[in-house]
């Protein structure tokens, strides 16, 4: 079955303990990206990547990390989490398709709580 | 600085009857997106727009796109309970995966 799958799906942490949250998709898509989506304030992107080793910051890289090693992996990295990190996580990857349409499939999303 | 507004924010849709709801973006794009967001639950893909005019349907649903106008609108017919969730619009610029959404229309149907 295609997807995209985020792990862990809640998680609940201190303030400044380092954490990762993975992102794996089995459709071989170039793209893939990071939201967060934040009550009244919709979906926001955090980075995206074009391919492996290729990323770019998207409209609030501030705290978090990405890296893409592999064409199917892009985890989350957030060096010292802090409260206002708190938020629902998806990732999303995508290719070309027919068209041109770029259509993105979302993961089912990581609900990360910072204390 | 792409912007993407939705409105209105939140509609109270009567069954049966039809709606519809707007999608206004600052700059030209190259590709529009709907997705359907239950609570708690992820996105679903709902219809992809890439051209002026461009009219897709589905079901009670079907959008359209006007890229002079820079506007897309999503029209409900008959509208039924199960269509009660939250529409998100998204435009993309480029040959890259850069979306900005805008804040999503919550759709509520009573009897």
């Known amino acids: 079955e295609a997807q995209v799958t985020q792990n862990p799906r809640y998680l609940i942490t201190v303030t400044g303990k380092k954490l990762t949250v993975t992102c794996s998709q089995n459709?071989?898509?170039?793209?893939m990206s990071w939201y967060r989506q934040d009550p009244g304030l919709g979906l926001r992107q955090i980075y995206y990547s074009m391919n492996v080793e290729v990323t770019d910051k998207g409209d609030v890289p501030e705290g978090y990390k990405v890296s893409r090693k592999e064409k199917r992996n892009f985890p989350l990295i957030l060096e010292s989490p802090s409260p206002n990190q708190t938020s629902l996580y998806f990732c999303?990857?995508?290719?070309?398709?027919?068209?041109?349409?770029?259509?993105?499939?979302f993961g089912p999303g990581t609900r990360l709580t910072v204390t | 600085e792409l912007k993407v507004e939705q409105n209105p924010l939140f509609l109270s849709m009567q069954e049966g009857k039809n709606y519809t709801i707007y999608c206004n973006y600052s700059t030209t794009s190259d590709r529009l997106y709907w997705y359907r967001q239950d609570p708690g639950k992820s996105l679903e893909s709902l219809f992809v727009?890439?051209?002026?005019?461009a009219v897709k349907q589905e079901g009670r649903l079907m959008a359209s796109l006007d890229t002079k106008a820079r506007l897309s609108t999503l029209h409900i017919t008959a509208a039924v309970h199960d269509l009660s969730a939250t529409y998100f619009c998204?435009?993309?610029?480029?040959?890259?995966?850069?979306?900005?959404f805008g804040k999503g229309i919550t759709l509520s149907v009573r009897p």
């Open positions: 999303a990857s995508s290719s070309r398709g027919l068209a041109g349409s770029y259509e993105q499939y």
């Open positions: 998204a435009v993309a610029l480029g040959a890259n995966s850069k979306l900005t």
């Open positions: 459709m071989n898509h170039e793209y």
């Open positions: 727009l890439l051209s002026n005019g």
